[in-house]
């Protein structure tokens, strides 16, 4: 696996990304529609292409989780809705319960880097219940977008702390240019 420059210099915690498309046009108006224009089939669509490029030996899914509050406003947790699909398409089974968002943060639209990984600083944890179902297994983390990785690590973090062996990211879409972000 070749890794970028910013990885090189600060390696990622979870065990590689991939995505099934890169944001564009196209991919932020489904993330969009999804996220907050209700329109939750679209994460069947998202969850179908996903799993063209699911890892394989995956042995769970795990969702990125809402915090309360924003799972309250909005209604449902784009990501499970992909994990979901994701599920239903590869027999994987997907846990909802193993990861939660203990601290409300900022939206992270138009955050840097720095300020992503900051905003995220102690938000997730592990269910403590949930710690015997992550040993030694291959977790593959659901999210809708990545962006520039903070969420995915802070909860990849969290995921092998409580011992899942791997954790490979896998979302609808990864920014690759800087400033095109959601």
């Known amino acids: 696996m070749a890794l970028c420059g910013p990885c090189l210099a ?3 915690k979870h065990d590689g990304a991939r995505a099934a498309v890169a944001y564009g046009p196209v991919a932020k108006a489904l993330a969009l529609r ?6 939750t089939a679209f994460a069947e669509t998202a969850a179908r292409l996903m799993h063209r490029v699911m890892p394989e ?3 769970l899914l795990v969702s990125v989780p809402l915090h309360r509050w924003r799972l309250w406003g909005r209604g449902y947790n784009q990501a499970a809705l992909i994990a979901d699909g994701l599920e239903r398409l590869s027999g994987t089974p997907v846990r909802h319960d193993l990861l939660r968002r203990v601290k409300a943060t900022p939206s992270l639209r138009g955050l840097g880097r ?3 990984a900051k905003a995220v600083r102690g938000a997730f ?3 403590p219940t949930g710690r015997r179902a992550l040993l ?3 977790v593959v983390l659901v999210d809708d977008v990545f962006t520039s990785g903070a969420t995915a690590s802070a909860c990849a973090a969290v995921l092998k702390r409580a011992g899942a062996a791997r954790v490979v990211i896998l979302c609808w879409a990864r920014v690759i240019e800087e ?3 959601l």
Do not use: F, Q, T
């Open 136 to 138: 030694g297994k291959s």
């Open 179 to 181: 400033g095109n972000d």
């Open 114 to 116: 720095r300020a992503r």
């Open 125 to 127: 944890a592990i269910n």
């Open 57 to 59: 030996g995956a042995d």
């Open 34 to 39: 999804l996220k907050y224009g209700r329109r």
């Open 10 to 12: 600060d390696p990622p």
